[in-house]
């Protein structure tokens, strides 16, 4: 019930495309969903973040999707670029009183390649 | 310039040994993380600490110790009964729980043989 199971393993999409990364989760429990980008030999960054009070947050060239019901939330990166060239992990935690501990669960992460 | 600095960057150890990782960070953040990360298998919590002197176990504390006497350190000892020691080990920190932003450090990567 604590997993967060993330997908694909890894993408390869070419210079302006739209790369898609999936994120399914079990515990209703769950009102926090960050995503964070990591670069090799760094350590992961905070992308962005949305609650389940809304379906779609964006920044820039990146949105999140949620949907509740299913229990899924993706990351879509529009006009990808060869500087997207990253790690991304999908997450996921609770804000509520005392659960909230600040404890991160982390899906299992998707290297993403942008082809130039 | 603030930031969070882990230390060595690579270690490298004989099996039996226990090895302690360095995590310190002068951003006045109050709580600290530290992370397991294995390929395929995302960022996984070690142990974590809200405040001075006070760290609970996340969910593989197993073979692992923290301390948390400075408000700025929180290092990380992995003993001899982590039966699969080698990894990539990262500490992170926040303001505050969430949905503040975890800040991590540049990582420890650890071999053990």
């Known amino acids: 019930q604590q997993q967060v199971k993330q997908s694909p393993q890894s993408l390869i999409v070419q210079k302006g495309g739209i790369s898609i990364i999936n994120c399914a989760y079990e515990?209703?429990?769950?009102?926090?969903f960050p995503w964070y980008q990591q670069f090799p030999g760094k350590g992961p960054a905070l992308l962005i973040a949305i609650r389940p009070d809304v379906s779609e947050k964006k920044e820039g060239r990146f949105t999140i999707s949620f949907n509740k019901s299913a229990k899924q939330f993706s990351l879509h990166i529009m006009d990808s670029q060869p500087g997207d060239s990253a790690t991304y992990f999908c997450a996921a935690s609770m804000l509520r009183g005392s659960s909230n501990t600040g404890k991160l669960i982390f899906g299992q992460g998707t290297t993403l390649q942008v082809k130039p | 310039d603030g930031g969070i600095t882990q230390s060595p960057k690579y270690l490298f150890r004989k099996e039996g040994q226990n090895v302690t990782l360095s995590c310190e960070q002068n951003l006045n953040h109050d709580a600290m993380y530290w992370y397991r990360q294995d390929p395929g298998q995302g960022l996984r919590l070690i142990y974590y600490?809200?405040?001075?002197?006070?760290?609970q176990k996340g969910d593989i504390a197993e073979g692992y110790s923290v301390s948390r006497e400075k408000k700025e350190s929180f290092p990380l000892t992995v003993t001899s009964a982590q039966k699969n020691p080698t990894a990539f080990y990262l500490c992170a920190s926040s303001p505050r729980p969430l949905p503040y932003e975890q800040y991590f450090g540049p990582g420890t990567r650890l071999t053990v043989t």
């Open positions: 515990n209703t429990a769950f009102d926090y």
């Open positions: 600490s809200q405040i001075v002197n006070d760290f």
